[in-house]
Structure formats: structure tokens, C-alpha cells
């Protein structure tokens, strides 16, 4: 098996010789001989472990087992605890899920600050074929029945080319070391269920069922890399990139060979699952403002175009501009000056703002659009709130999250790069003119 274990390394041009990775080290059969492969393979590595306290003293006992081999074999090592279920109960999702998403963010974030190129886990050909079938329960893509990668980003997977059986036989054989996790056998987890219920009586139906399975995922792999490159065409006549948004064209969309497909591998991308990817496809054809969440990011269906931005936490950052500031960086980069309103012309762009220097009060504030606030549009003798304008200016949802007032006292001067209060222009009783420009 090590040489086995070697040769598909480089087969799979996983680690360079050069190269150190970090090892997912949980105590268990799988990743106990993934420990012992790498040491004897020679390779530069280090070990992570998480501690995610679902199992009380067996899950301490992991701990203290991993830090023994630690000892024992003399490399760096990392651990980590967690409080797994308050965090699924906050984030509103599985044990399994939460203790994904911890683990992988901790394995990343030591990979990141020790120098590591990789983390391996010790997934094997059976965790390939569970996923496959966890992946067809939940409705999926060609890329979901494509199972586990042998290298997706920074993660790496040596042991895919073996199954459970060979990794048992393996530890028997080299006397290796591990821990026994009672979890595995409890049927409440998905993938327990379908470990020791589902897929033994495909077994039966089949003895060869294991073999046929990861020969159709190979197949699959095969199909997957003509199906992407067809769509990757049609994706870039769709796709645009515009400052920190993605945004697809509905019209040249809804015009491809199969656009429910395109947009669902598009916003997959961005972590859409397919049950959102569906009510997105059917807002296609509705009115616009409709907004659309997945974990990372927000798609906001305008008239022509479907926005995607990545979620932001609400910025309440305020910046001021004193009496004798000429110039500011943050957040937006303009240019401060005073003249006299002798011969003055109006500069009538939307980045510039004419202002009357003597109905202004310093130090000038600069923050986010609230709802509630109100001003008085350039032209008008009522006033307006600030959401009514930009209904009125048909300014996308996704775009008025990043506009922001300029403000004297209490009063709203400017929705910088839209409209100046009327409050505020420049009048024939005008002496002393303030100009803002936003620059390009």
C-alpha cells in the first residue's frame, strides 16, 4: 500500500518533494494510517486535530491520543476545541455541517500562518461513494455526482485510491494504532444511515456494487470536464465582472442552449443551493428587486440583469471633513475646494456638487443611508425620503447599499454622486461657493 499510496502522489501530482503539508489527524483508523504513510513516505508534515466535544470524555480521549503521536513521532501539531452544537444552533444548521465548516476554517487558517502548502484529509474510496450518493439525495449537479476531488484548492486527499477494507487490512498488518469512534455507528447522522443501512444492501443486490460505482464516478469525471468546457463557453457571453459584483445578462441567458443549467452552475459558485438556484430561474421572468441569499453572497434580480455580491456587514463607519480639508481618501476619494461666486459656472455631473459655502455648518459628516432620512431634492420645494428617490431613480437594491450622504448637522447636503438638497445650491445671493468632486 505505501508504495501504492506513493505512486499515486505523483500520479496525481498531489505534493512536491519540497512541499509541507499538514495532516487532519482525528485519532481514527483512516487518519492514523494516513499518519503512517506519510512517515514512512518521507514527506515534510505537521498535524491539526479538533476537539468538537460531541462525544464527552471519548472526544477528550481523541485529544490525548493525537498528542501522544505527536510526542512520539516529533512534529509541529495544532489543536483546536469547539463547541459544535452551539454552533449549529446559531448558524441554524446540521452537527455535520457545523462541524465541517469549523474544521476546514481552522485547518485553513493553520495552513495559512505555519507555511503549509496542503492539509490532507484521509478520505477513501467508501467516503467517495457515501458522498456520491448524500450528494444525488439532496439534488445535484454533474459536479455533486463527481463525488470527493483527489485536490480541490489547498486540500489534498492521498488515500482516495483505497477503500476501507485495504485501510483495515493495512492497520492490521503495521500494527497501527487508533481509536475507535462510537459515532460512527450511530444511524442518527446522514452518512451513518447510509453506511450501515443503504449501501450494505446494494452490496447484497450486487457483490461487485462498490467497484461498478467508483468505475460510473470516473465516468462521470470524464463527462464533467466536456460538459464544463461547453459551458464555460457559453457562461462567458453571459458573465460580466463589474467593480465587486458578478453580473449575468437575463436577455443572453434565458438565449443559451440550456439556461436553467447555466445558472444553476454559475451560482453554485457562489454557494446558491439548487433549491434557491430554482426560485432565482423563476424570478427571471418577473418583476425586478427581488433578492435571493446564499451563506456567502446575495443575487439581486434587476429589469435586464441578475447582481451577485458577496454579503457585507452594514457599514457604520462615519467620516468628516473639516473647515480646512482639501482633499479626502476614505470612503470615497474627492477633492475639497472654495471659490468665489463671481463668474462661477454650475458644474452640472453627478460626482460634482455645487454647494452654497454660507448654509453650511463644519466639520461636514459623511455616513451610509439610513431608513427614515429625508431631504430636499435639487429642483423641489417638498421633501423626499431618501428611499422614495431612489424608487423614483430606479437605482438597484444592490447599488444603494453603497451610497453615501454627505451631511451638515442633521441636515443631508448631498447623496453624493446623485443629488444635492435644495436647501443647499447655489443661489445669485451666493458669495462663496463649496465644490466637492468625486474622483474618477
Request: aromatic share 12%; hydrophobic share 40%; with cysteine.
Amino acid at each position: 500500500m505505501l508504495n501504492k499510496f506513493i505512486e499515486k502522489i505523483k500520479q496525481n501530482q498531489l505534493i512536491e518533494a519540497s512541499q509541507k503539508v499538514l495532516l487532519a489527524i482525528s485519532g481514527g483508523i483512516d487518519s492514523m494510517v494516513l499518519l503512517h504513510l506519510f512517515e514512512k513516505s518521507g514527506f515534510d508534515y505537521g498535524i491539526v486535530h479538533c476537539n468538537f466535544q460531541l462525544r464527552g470524555d471519548e472526544s477528550d480521549g481523541d485529544e490525548e491520543f493525537v498528542k501522544k503521536q505527536v510526542l512520539f513521532h516529533g512534529v509541529p501539531a495544532w489543536f483546536e476545541t469547539f463547541d459544535t452544537k452551539e454552533y449549529a444552533s446559531l448558524n441554524g444548521i446540521s452537527i455535520e455541517m457545523a462541524a465541517r465548516e469549523l474544521r476546514y476554517e481552522f485547518f485553513e487558517k493553520v495552513r495559512i500562518e505555519n507555511g503549509f502548502d496542503f492539509v490532507a484529509t484521509a478520505h477513501h474510496q467508501d467516503d467517495l461513494i457515501e458522498t456520491f450518493f448524500l450528494n444525488l439525495s439532496r439534488k445535484t449537479g454533474i459536479k455533486g455526482l463527481t463525488g470527493i476531488k483527489e485536490k480541490a484548492g489547498t486540500i489534498i486527499r492521498p488515500l482516495l485510491f483505497a477503500g476501507r477494507a485495504e485501510i483495515e487490512n493495512f492497520a492490521s498488518k503495521n500494527y497501527i494504532e487508533f481509536r475507535e469512534d462510537s459515532s460512527n455507528s450511530e444511524i442518527v447522522f446522514q452518512r451513518n444511515f447510509l453506511r450501515h443501512k443503504i449501501l450494505p444492501l446494494f452490496s447484497e443486490l450486487n457483490p461487485s456494487f462498490k467497484r461498478n460505482i467508483i468505475a460510473s464516478i470516473e465516468n462521470l469525471k470524464d463527462a464533467e470536464q466536456v460538459y464544463s468546457g461547453f459551458l464555460q463557453s457559453e457562461k462567458m457571453e453571459v458573465v460580466s465582472e463589474n467593480k465587486n459584483e458578478t453580473v449575468i445578462n437575463i436577455e443572453k441567458l434565458q438565449k443559451t442552449s440550456f439556461p436553467k443549467i447555466l445558472l444553476f452552475e454559475i451560482l453554485t459558485d457562489y454557494n446558491f443551493n439548487a433549491t434557491v438556484v430554482d426560485e432565482i430561474n423563476k424570478s427571471l421572468y418577473t418583476d425586478s428587486g427581488k433578492q435571493f441569499f446564499s451563506k456567502t453572497h446575495r443575487a439581486v434580480k434587476d429589469r435586464k440583469e441578475l447582481f451577485i455580491s458577496e454579503i457585507k456587514d452594514n457599514d457604520s463607519r462615519i467620516f468628516y471633513i473639516e473647515d480646512d480639508d482639501i482633499e479626502l481618501f476614505k470612503p470615497l476619494n474627492i477633492v475639497i475646494e472654495k471659490l468665489p461666486a463671481d463668474n462661477f459656472e454650475i458644474i452640472k455631473k453627478a460626482n460634482v456638487a455645487c454647494l452654497d459655502l454660507n448654509e453650511i455648518e463644519f466639520p461636514l459628516l459623511i455616513r451610509k443611508w439610513q431608513q427614515g432620512d429625508y431631504f430636499q431634492p435639487l429642483g423641489m420645494t417638498g421633501f423626499k425620503k431618501v428611499s422614495d428617490f431612489f424608487i423614483d431613480q430606479k437605482i438597484p437594491i444592490h447599488e444603494k447599499e453603497n451610497i453615501w450622504i454627505l451631511c451638515s448637522g442633521k441636515k443631508i447636503i448631498w447623496i453624493m454622486g446623485h443629488r444635492i438638497d435644495n436647501r443647499f445650491k447655489v443661489t445669485p445671493e451666493t458669495s462663496k461657493i463649496l465644490l466637492i468632486n468625486i474622483k474618477e
